[in-house]
């Protein structure tokens, strides 16, 4: 053998023997504890946090609707190829999944929303909506950029890896049931779990919050359209008058709850549409209602939708009218109950006290409301919770939903060092559910 291929060996030798070769075995019990803390400490670093807050400023000055992510996802792509970080795209049309690791299992998903809300955003600053009448008015961009900064901590530390950690990117939660449709495109393949995460703006800084069992309800809308004759409303005896019908439905809706559902199932019908009529003095010949309805547990939910069916008829025609009943489950999916893996629920109690401190990690009551990752806690265990962003000297922050609503952006360290904590500890103690032999290894990583 020559002298320059003696000193190739060498050099390979060299190379390979400078990489740590961590493997389960070499971690101890305290070593595994301390990984969150480490997490966290990676992600305060100036240089990352500056960056999560860049790339989540970026997100939130274009804000795009359900199926219209076009250029969040151009970001999102940008990120993950300077992260060196492999991906799958487009499902459900704008969404993404990127994969560190071995691309062999096993496998556990954290997953983000994207989508905007059709709101004129009123926080006047330097980062504020650029696109009329649409806002981050949820949290989605700062949960973006939370997964993006997960997504850096993992690849920084994908040495210690075990398996695979599928990043999902989904589109549309805000009524779209983009979830569902991330699951039908196969976002979720070879997945054994999946954690998921929410800022919550009336919830300290540094804690967050869950419980096992059912989280938040199932929902579901409603519109009907209630159908008399219109005429003067000086001689209503010559009209079908579907304001009363209406009237009449709305209070018999509010029974279903109170004199049907059981006390102990939570339970709750709104009517926040009315729309009929457009003179002081004239009776229409129509009116438009509509609502939702939600429930913590499936039986209950199929139960009021019947029965909100059967009432709107049912109440219209006593009063001579005709009514029609539209759930737009086309546009807007019902959403099953957000229902939390127990088992889960003890690793991310485990995981998130070993960050924060156990006295931070506080279970809670259910709420009544509803998330798309309902649809993958259908298919696979999942784990959904909240995080607190609320500092001392915001004593009443706009809630979610709110054109007001503003980000704690001192919270991203913490989203983002949990979800990765949450996904390495879970590879690192997890075995494999599944048999090897019938995994479709991503081959791309």
């Not at 992510?69 to 492999?86: A, H, Q, V, W």
């Not at 696109?131 to 993006?148: E, I, Q, S, T, W």
């Not at 962003?389 to 004593?395: A, F, K, L, V």
Request: some cysteine.
């Amino acid at each position: 053998m020559d002298f320059s291929r003696w000193v190739f060996l060498i050099f390979i030798f060299i190379s390979i023997s400078a990489i740590p070769m961590w493997s389960v075995s070499s971690l101890s019990s305290r070593e595994l504890s301390e990984i969150p803390s480490n997490f966290l400490d990676f992600a305060n670093k100036s240089e990352v946090f500056d960056w999560i807050v860049g790339v989540r400023r970026r997100i939130h000055e274009n804000p795009e609707l359900g199926y219209e992510e076009l250029e969040t996802s151009k970001l999102i792509i940008e990120e993950l190829d300077n992260l060196g970080i492999s991906y799958n795209y487009p499902f459900a049309t704008t969404g993404i999944v990127g994969f560190i690791g071995s691309g062999k299992p096993p496998f556990v998903a954290i997953r983000a929303d994207m989508d905007a809300l059709p709101l004129q955003e009123m926080v006047d600053w330097e980062h504020k909506s650029r696109n009329p009448g649409k806002m981050h008015a949820c949290g989605h961009d700062a949960h973006v950029a939370m997964l993006l900064g997960a997504a850096k901590i993992l690849q920084e530390h994908r040495n210690i890896l075990k398996g695979t950690v599928a990043l999902v990117f989904q589109p549309a939660e805000e009524g779209g049931g983009g979830a569902k449709k991330m699951i039908d495109a196969g976002a979720l393949e070879n997945v054994e779990a999946i954690f998921g995460l929410h800022v919550n703006p009336n919830f300290p800084l540094g804690k967050v919050s869950s419980r096992p069992g059912p989280f938040l309800a199932g929902s579901g809308f409603f519109e009907a359209v209630i159908s008399g004759r219109g005429g003067h409303a000086a001689i209503p005896q010559h009209s079908i008058d579907p304001i009363l019908a209406a009237s009449n439905v709305i209070v018999s809706l509010q029974h279903l709850v109170s004199r049907e559902a059981d006390p102990l199932d939570s339970q709750v019908v709104t009517v926040a549409k009315f729309q009929g009529g457009g003179a002081f003095n004239v009776i229409p010949d129509s009116v438009t209602i509509g609502g939702t309805f939600r429930a913590f547990s499936k039986e209950s939910f199929l139960q009021l939708r019947q029965r909100i069916e059967e009432v709107i008829v049912g109440q219209a025609a006593v009063q001579r009218c005709n009514a029609t009943v539209d759930f737009h489950t086309k546009d807007k999916p019902f959403f099953p109950p957000t229902v939390n893996d127990k088992n889960l629920h003890k690793h991310f109690q485990r995981v998130a006290g070993d960050m924060l401190g156990n006295d931070n990690v506080k279970d809670m009551e259910p709420l009544m409301g509803s998330e798309d990752f309902a649809f993958y806690q259908e298919v696979i265990p999942g784990y959904f919770y909240l995080l607190g962003m609320q500092d001392e000297t915001n004593e009443n922050p706009a809630s979610v939903h709110s054109p007001h609503f503003k980000i704690n952006e001192e919270a991203l360290p913490y989203g983002a060092a949990l979800q990765a904590s949450l996904a390495i500890r879970y590879l690192l103690e997890a075995q494999p559910q599944v048999p090897s032999s019938s995994i479709n290894d991503h081959d791309e990583l």
